[in-house]
């Protein structure tokens, strides 16, 4: 169209017969790059002389199409970016909307939404656990993992009806409240899974083929970090007290008491050790949520943006309209924009949403933690061996649909 | 399928049932006037509104102001977010902008920058050299709206291919795209 920029080629490839230096190709089908991502390596032996990621090719325009949804529409494509934590995209997406709209959430709604989203950080955390753990070499860890991951998706479906793409958070609230017993199961995990966090250590921690393969590997410093844009447990491995949780609290975590773990290493075993501690911590969060659940409504009272009770519906005729209204033309947001940063499972999940009034939205962009991660990992992995990159890519702890959207 | 040219036609018949937010611009907030003082050029004008801190800056002094609010003590913004494009609408000038979103590790505040350019002359200096992580959101921003960072240093698409013709986010270019796309 209208851009007349020359692209250079992609990467030159060099075809000097007597170098020692190879280009070689690392994905996008290699197991350990979790979906699809290719690396474009230079090698001179084992060692890598420059490491390109290559990105794209599992994106689908959802930001354009967010364009044509309406606001209430969107909720169901952020489902699909971060898919191991998206709830999380859930929260950030409807509290930038909320925040347009100005809405006041309900306090139960508030305890719920971080229950669930602390339990989602978890099983987030489970995934990256298992997966490294394979990606090294050590493949019981990803069963463990993947057992108590179970236990966690089955509770995300009791709520939502979904495992994967939960879409639990509404504009306003909730879809709706939680089933009758849902406490009594998340205790029943609560009380099993620090014995299973121990498991893991027992597993990996005192390893020494797994220490071996992580300490002193994938070098950021705790200024490059953060000059290289990284969040999340990333950062807080390179000792950075940083979380969004505290920094900017949202949905009430300034009232949840919980510590922030950060390492000093700066290597691939601390970001190992964060988000191991990460976990107990988020056990803590739930533990604290269960006990501040008191009955109350879970939608905003907002009619012309929450849709009615069902109950409400077939008795009140102003509930029938506004359900019509809402379902069938949206509600109208006024002019304005907002960036709402939280604290996703792998760092600052940020969402830019622009209103030119309308029921749709005339702009949408997310800040994915795992893209901008992925960003610093030539910085890392420049100097290390080859075997290294599984490694630093594992503690980067990426999700490509995020990263490509 | 509503098409967002048609919801915009719609706008002006229902202009009361969605009034435009009150962002007053206040002259007053201190973060300005220290701007302004030190070089009364950066700022065209600000807007504070849901709690956010917006400066519009005129794209000649971004990277000098983004290096004094990295490096400053009252703000040290040594983090950035995230840069993001906007296409306003085919018939808008200026039609592009690009939001920065500036964050602070130390002191946890947060602010947003945004550069309005036009579209016949859509560039803008790259802050690569004052955040490293600047690199990957300017591409993106040029692959998907064809917004040029002047002296990037690896300035080429990253979402979509080297050969894909246009930019996606722009909204003159439709959902579904010109054509079924093909490797030529």
């Known amino acids: 169209m209208s851009s007349a920029v020359n692209i250079p080629p992609q990467f030159e490839v060099v075809d000097r017969p007597l170098d020692t230096q190879m280009t070689i190709s690392m994905g996008p089908q290699h197991p350990s790059t979790h979906g699809v991502l290719r690396l474009e390596l230079v090698l001179d032996g084992e060692m890598v002389v420059k490491a390109t990621p290559d990105i794209g090719y599992l994106h689908t325009g959802m930001e354009k199409l967010f364009e044509y949804k309406k606001y209430q529409q969107g909720i169901v494509i952020t489902d699909r970016m971060d898919y191991l934590n998206p709830l999380g995209n859930n929260l950030a997406y409807v509290m930038a909307v909320e925040k347009l709209l100005e809405l006041e959430i309900p306090e139960r709604a508030q305890t719920i939404r971080v229950l669930t989203c602390e339990l989602q950080r978890i099983a987030s955390h489970l995934v990256w656990l298992g997966t490294h753990a394979l990606d090294i070499g050590a493949m019981t860890v990803f069963f463990y993992c993947f057992r108590e991951r179970e236990k966690i998706l089955n509770l995300i479906e009791a709520a939502s009806g979904g495992r994967l793409t939960p879409s639990y958070f509404r504009i306003g609230g909730l879809m709706m409240d939680l089933p009758a017993g849902f406490e009594r199961r998340v205790q029943q995990f609560q009380d099993g899974f620090l014995k299973s966090v121990d498991e893991f250590h027992t597993l990996l921690t005192g390893n020494r083929i797994f220490q071996r393969r992580t300490q002193g590997v994938g070098y950021i410093s705790a200024e490059d970090a953060i000059d290289w844009g990284l969040s999340g447990p990333c950062l807080r491995g390179s000792g950075v007290n940083l979380d969004i949780r505290r920094a900017n609290p949202y949905t009430g975590y300034e009232k949840y008491d919980f510590e922030v773990p950060t390492e000093a290493d700066c290597d691939v075993w601390a970001r190992y050790m964060v988000r191991m501690r990460e976990m107990k911590e988020s056990h803590k969060i739930v533990t604290q949520a269960l006990s501040r659940l008191r009955p109350g409504p879970v939608k905003a009272d907002a009619p012309k943006v929450v849709l009615p009770d069902r109950e409400a519906m077939k008795t009140h005729m102003d509930a029938l309209i506004h359900h019509f209204l809402i379902v069938a033309e949206g509600f109208d947001v006024a002019a304005g924009e907002v960036y709402q940063p939280i604290e996703a499972s792998k760092g600052e999940l940020g969402v830019y949403v622009k209103s030119d009034g309308g029921p749709k939205p005339s702009r949408v962009h997310f800040r994915g933690p795992s893209f901008v991660n992925l960003s610093a990992l030539p910085h890392m992995a420049e100097g290390c061996m080859v075997a290294d990159i599984v490694a630093i890519i594992g503690s980067l702890d990426i999700v490509l649909g995020e990263i490509d959207r | ?184």
């Open chain 2, 1 to 184: 399928m509503t098409t967002g040219a048609n919801s915009e036609n719609n706008l002006p018949e229902n202009a009361d049932r969605h009034p435009q937010r009150n962002s007053t611009p206040s002259a007053s907030s201190p973060l300005l006037a220290a701007l302004q003082h030190v070089n009364r050029e950066w700022i065209t004008s600000t807007t504070e509104a849901l709690g956010e801190t917006t400066l519009i800056v005129p794209r000649e002094q971004i990277v000098a102001i983004c290096s004094y609010l990295k490096t400053s003590p009252e703000t040290r913004f040594n983090f950035l977010a995230d840069i993001c494009g906007a296409d306003r609408g085919v018939e808008e000038e200026p039609r592009f902008e690009v939001n920065y979103h500036l964050f602070s590790t130390t002191k946890h505040h947060r602010l947003r920058l945004k550069v309005v350019l036009n579209e016949d002359d859509a560039h803008v200096p790259t802050v690569t050299g004052v955040w490293r992580t600047a690199n990957w959101h300017e591409r993106e921003t040029f692959d998907l709206f064809g917004i040029i960072f002047d002296e990037h240093p690896d300035l080429r698409r990253i979402l979509l291919p080297d050969d894909w013709q246009g930019h996606a986010l722009r909204k003159d270019f439709p959902l579904r795209g010109y054509e079924p796309y093909s490797l030529k």
